[in-house]
């Protein structure tokens, strides 16, 4: 007995070793997904409140955001002529202008603080019409147009003393989005030859990555299930607003508001991290529609997602600027 005994151990032992031997090799480690991007932006940034708030809201949470600036806003009544539209007279706008100068002298330093905090400020050109049927010439003289009155903007208003370093803020602008998301052929044409590198007018069925062509990256806002049927809708809150209230105010009915815009931010943001982490774009204005229903959306939207370690939410000029730079995403750990 005690023989057979250590021949099964020994046996025992033998298929142990050769169990170890044949063992299947360690899975390779999958590799890091790239951290999820969001890009949040404001058109037009009126309001001087509304400026506030919204960089309040970044330095909570470490957002770096986009503000499409109309530059009739940097124009006082007494100022106004110095603004000429395309086949317009001089002194004529679709969204008005500032109400005074003190009300431009703020919103310049707005202008200036955001830009040191490392915003981006970008164009959504001037009087704010519909240039789907404007020519290359005529986008080239709104370009222009918006170009002096934001560099030359102290001195037109006779505001002083101007900051040191306000002309680098206007020769940075590199953005632009059309208003009433309104583009053609010339605009295509008229945007590198400005210099612009990156156009964010466009709508997709759903995220997409942005391509580029010609030196100008072109970004999409996406349209996003929305509401109990989860019908598409631009993300985008005027769209939100058109779609909740037909485009008037119901305070009432601010709480549910909010709460579906949030739904929907939240899922397609989950979509995407969840998924391929294509970029979701978000776009706002500074008007409190339906009671602020929408700020309060992004407030909690932003709180919530551009906090996290593998999230991170940037401006349109800083992704472009990472893959003219050939850098990649940053991917998680890494």
Known sequence: ????????????????????????????????????????????????????????LAKRTGAHFTYFLSCVFLLSPQTRADYTAPGKSAGKSNIGFAASKQEVADRLEQIGLASAEGHDIASHACGHFDGKDWSKADWLKEFASFARILENAYTINGIEPEPAGWRAIAHAVTGFRAPYLSTSKGLYEALPAAGYHYDASGVSNGPVEPPTSGGLTRFSLPQIPEGPSGRPVIAMDYNLYVRHSGG???????????????????????????????????????????????????????????????????????????????????????
């Open 1 to 56: 007995m005690p023989r057979l005994s250590r021949v099964i151990a020994f046996s025992t032992a033998v298929l142990a070793t050769a169990g170890a031997a044949f063992a299947d090799p360690p899975a390779a480690p999958l590799p890091a997904k790239p951290k999820q991007i969001v890009i949040i932006s404001f058109d037009s940034a009126r309001e001087i409140s509304q400026w506030q708030r919204s960089r309040a």
């Open 248 to 334: 008037f105010e119901r305070p009432s009915q601010a709480a549910d508001f909010t709460e579906r815009t949030y739904q929907a931010f939240r899922a397609a943001f989950d979509k995407q991290y969840q998924g391929k982490r294509i970029p979701l774009v978000l776009s706002f204005h500074f008007t409190q529609m339906n009671n602020g229903a929408y700020w309060n959306a992004l407030e909690r939207f932003a709180d919530e997602t551009c906090t996290k370690a593998d999230v991170e939410c940037i401006s349109f000029r800083d992704y472009v600027a990472r893959q003219r730079g050939g850098e990649r995403q940053a991917s998680v750990g890494g």
